[in-house]
């Protein structure tokens, strides 16, 4: 009787392999050349990265975001370098970008909603104390004068302004912006007789054409200096004014040398206040504690807005989750019906709406409901204002949702509908149930435990789509006498208006409200899990 040459069950090592195999190469296929090469360029970008990233923390003297960096690039380079922790290596990378594209944003997002970070409030004191002493700057008998030429970094459209100045007596030509002057090497810069600077290495020189489309942007720039500030007078010239309001550190406040009025630094405000209650505009920030949660609660200007739009919040994304939901499982059932035919051909129809862009379409239906020359009153022959009105714009934006959200949910419910056991259906109704009793009592039921997540994930969309209110009514209409809260606005429009209005930003503001939306939707989403858990127990 013969033998097989190879070793038998007794003669296998534990692992699988043969005996004498290192343990590592039993359980470890070998590194190819491409694989190496992809491990060590990638590490390498990774370290790059943390290299450009480490100078701003450094620059900032953020000492914890340092060791943070450092100790997540080492123990990058040990776990991938190394042939232990195999599912580390898996589960590392999603874990950072769930920290960096999730978690961090949260976190910073809660902690401006405790600060009073906004216009007027964005930087330090001493940012503050150089910008009011700065923008008080006036031209006196004497102010020095210079020759101008303004210059940007990149676009001359867009780019950040600056100031190439020439000292009339030193002829030495400087760089000004907001952080002050800079002297230029004469290498590097190409000046006329005049002194007016028509080339600087780094810096592009507007023409007068270019200039004075930034006219409003030239005045209000301010370059602080030793003796006062720079400012331009016209496009070809500047000069060195005084400031006439100046910090004291004895009395912690800005006194105004021409009024001798004096306002006094309050820590609690972040701004410096006057006896009878003004602040100047450039202030600093602070933190304030529960003062904007306790604005949107108490606040009549605020917490008004705030409960009616969250009660319209409510119905805009129940009701656009219903009804789309209804729609498209009556399709979807309409469809599945054995006695259709040309089924493939309605399907692909009705999809259209979910395969065209949102915002494009939006903006069309926007048009549809037009007053005047919309397709909507031509067709029907009527002469509703429907962008006018408060109920009517709410039903305008509730068709569109409808029109444009029916597709998925027609989608979704028809392929829970082909998982459902046809056995179950022909049960009840050799039962004697009528097909109206089947579907409610076995179609019906089957199908919310499957699409209930998905129900829950639209209505938390639906909770925050700002493109369905802001591309179609802007939030509006809006009442005479309150200008910031529309009568379709969601939540989350009004928290943009908030944040970037034109009567100024308040981003720690919008940040408490933020943080309201995000604890009543988290709420809702987990009651709603929890009975769907329950519901998937019954019918399980």
Known sequence: MSTLSGPGPAQQAPGGGLPGTPRTARHHAPITATGLVVKVVLLGLV?????????PLVAARLWGGLAVLAVTTVGLGYLYLTRRHIP??????????????????????ASTAFTNYGDGHRGSKDDAIVAIESSSVKQVPGSAEYALAVATRGDPATGPLVFLVTDPAAG?????????????AAADVTVTPGGRVTAARGYTVLTFGQASVRSEEITGLVVPTPGGALRATGLSRAYEGRAIR???????????????RTWTADPKAGAFVAADGERLAQGWQVGVGLKNFARVLTDPDISGPFFGTLLWNFAFAIGSTGLTFLLGMAIALALHSPRMRGTNLYRVLLILPYAMPSFAMLLVWRDMFN?????????FGLGVDWFGEAWSARLAVLLVQLWLGYPYMFLVATGALQAIPKELTEATSVDGASPFQSFRAVTLPLLLVALSPLLIASFAFNFNNINAIWLTTEGGPFAPDNPTNGATDLLITYTYRLAFGAQGAEFGLAAAVSIFIFAIVATVSAVSFRRTRQQEEVYS
């Open 47 to 55: 370290a790059g990265i943390a290299i450009w990233a480490a100078f």
């Open 246 to 260: 100046a910090y004291d550190r004895s009395c912690d406040c800005v006194t105004d040398s021409e009024t001798g």
């Open 172 to 184: 030495t030509v400087s760089a000004g912006d907001a952080d002050g002057l800079r002297p230029l």
């Open 88 to 109: 580390a290596k898996y589960l590392v990378p999603g874990t950072i970008f769930l920290l960096a594209f999730q978690v961090f944003p949260v976190l910073y997002t």
């Open 371 to 379: 007053t005047d020359f919309g397709l909507v009153n031509n067709l």
